[in-house]
């Protein structure tokens, strides 16, 4: 219960306030803000929420399964949309493209997770491998979403340095100054969020769940 609101109602607030703050700091371009929002959506919020469908939601497996495939369907939509507004920023900016760690991350990941849900829906939803085909590569499948997790969420770490380097780098905003320690903040509740979600996927579930599962 302690992880699922931390991760459905402390860190969502936290990005809308760190967005508010964007916003009224004027002190990024209005398209960069739009990248932040999708990618925090897409590669934090949502995504680590469909990882955790089968953990926190009641219901059939089939049930669980439809909610998982379309809240990652949805993730993956916004982080087009994030990739799509760095580009026009980038480019109207007269900024380079593809030239950070930062960004080839981004892509390795939007790439990854395509792919990863695409075979996902052929395996195991339409029209599905055979059971014993489902069991070898389940744990594989398990293993890559949580990989493709936690590698979407270096890239929003990297995004937050990389941003706040620039900042101070043209003297936009002190070392030290509260937008630079909020930011700092921010990086710390990413890292355990995706801490929280990695061990709420990894803990057993209980004989308990199992048997309420069962009577659905």
Known sequence: QVSSICIFRVFPRTAFIFLLLLVFGKRINMLLISCLLWTWLRLTYISGTAILVYKTIPGTKSYQKGVHLALQALAFVFAI?????????????????????????????????????????????????????????????????????????????????????????????????????????????MAMYGGLVILATIVPTTRKEENLRALD
Do not use: D
């Not at 994030?82 to 939007?110: C, D, P, R």
């Not at 055979?130 to 890239?155: K, M, Q, S």
């Not at 003297?171 to 921010?186: G, H, K, P, T």
């Open 81 to 189: 949309v994030g990739i799509w507004a760095a580009f026009k920023y980038h480019n109207e900016k007269g900024i380079a493209n593809l030239y950070s760690l930062h960004s080839w991350l981004g892509l390795a990941t939007v790439i990854m997770f395509g792919l990863q849900w695409v075979l996902g829906y052929y395996t195991f939803w339409y029209p599905g491998a055979a059971a014993r085909n489902r069991t070898i590569l389940l744990p594989w499948h398990i293993f890559l979403g949580l990989f493709i997790h936690g590698l979407a969420l270096v890239t929003a770490e990297t995004g937050l340095l990389e941003k706040l380097t620039f900042l101070q780098v043209s003297n936009a905003i002190e070392r030290y100054s509260w937008e630079a320690m909020f930011v700092n903040c921010l990086g710390l509740l």
